[in-house]
């Protein structure tokens, strides 16, 4: 999502002093209608073969919402607001455009090893959404991510170009539905190479902009597009008391919150996290992951 031009001011807060997190931060539903490429093939149901043994246990199909009129993707912001229930899902863009290797190469850092710590350290589940391109530059963290029960992987596109004509001043796939369909895909498989076995059947577009033709042009795969209610303002914030600030205002139950796993372009999410999180759970929220809440909102319809 990150884009200079997509940057959020908000009033700078007072910083409160940080949690004792140091040797954490050194390590760093319903039935789907269409599996999608991104997820699980559901497994056979566990049974006894006539020799007695047992088959492979079913793997949960990861909760999707329906298909839209004529097969569009279906788009999902939020969970069910219920005040008994409080539930709120912070996720995360890894983000990483096809063309920024060479400032990777040159040191720039995509990643930030200190969240994930800290989200570990803090016991906080939450769903990463992860371009292709950032999986490929650093297979390592996703495989680590995607094999943590903490966690879900998601898809944010190849590319990191945008499926609108403009959209924060990204690169444009130029409205060719058939580039749409393939930089998903593609996405897919880079996530899967790089070790993450599951990665959910869900696609957050690049900045968040999406039209008819892009949900249409996706919409055979069988994702559910993912979108926020809350945004962070973390894209090139420094002030991270800020950050937490914007979250802590914008949260209801079941609110979806947009941050960045992107050091050098988000380097004040990891303290904001700090903050934010007591101060949920000081509220009687519960942090729960995307699928949760798409699980909880398919099953009442």
Avoid at 181 to 197: K, L, Q
Wanted: glycine fraction near 10%; hydrophobic fraction near 40%.
């Amino acid at each position: 999502m990150i884009s200079r031009r997509s940057r959020h001011r908000v009033p700078a807060l007072r910083l409160l002093p940080a949690a004792a997190l140091a040797a954490a931060l050194a390590s760093c539903g319903t039935t789907t209608a269409h599996p999608g490429p991104g997820s699980s093939a559901a497994a056979p149901a566990t049974s006894s073969t006539p020799s007695g043994r047992h088959s492979t246990p079913a793997t949960p199909r990861p909760p999707t919402l329906a298909p839209g009129p004529g097969g569009l993707t279906p788009v999902f912001s939020h969970g069910p607001r219920e005040a008994a229930h409080k539930t709120v899902a912070l996720t995360f863009d890894a983000d990483m455009t096809a063309d920024e290797g060479p400032r990777a190469a040159a040191g720039e850092r995509f990643d930030n090893p200190a969240l994930i710590g800290t989200l570990r350290a803090l016991e906080v589940p939450a769903t990463v959404f992860m371009t292709g391109r950032w999986a490929e530059e650093y297979p390592d963290e996703a495989r680590a991510l995607g094999r943590d029960p903490l966690f879900e992987v998601a898809n944010h596109s190849y590319s990191h170009y945008s499926f609108t004509g403009d959209c924060y001043g990204l690169p444009t796939l130029d409205g060719d539905t058939d580039r749409m369909r393939t930089d998903v895909e593609r996405a897919f498989t880079a996530i899967r190479a790089a070790g993450v076995p599951h990665p959910m059947p869900y696609f957050r577009f690049p900045g968040g902009c999406h039209d008819r033709r892009s949900l249409r042009a996706v919409g055979a795969l069988g994702v559910t597009a993912v979108q926020w209610d809350v945004v962070g303002g973390d894209a090139f914030a420094t002030d991270a008391d800020a950050v937490a600030r914007q979250v802590l205002d914008g949260v209801r139950p079941g609110s979806v919150v947009v941050l960045h796993c992107t050091r050098s372009a988000a380097p004040a999410t990891e303290r904001a996290v700090r903050k934010i999180v007591p101060e949920l759970r000081e509220r009687g929220y519960r942090f729960v992951r995307v699928s949760e809440l798409i699980g909880a909102s398919a099953g009442r319809h």
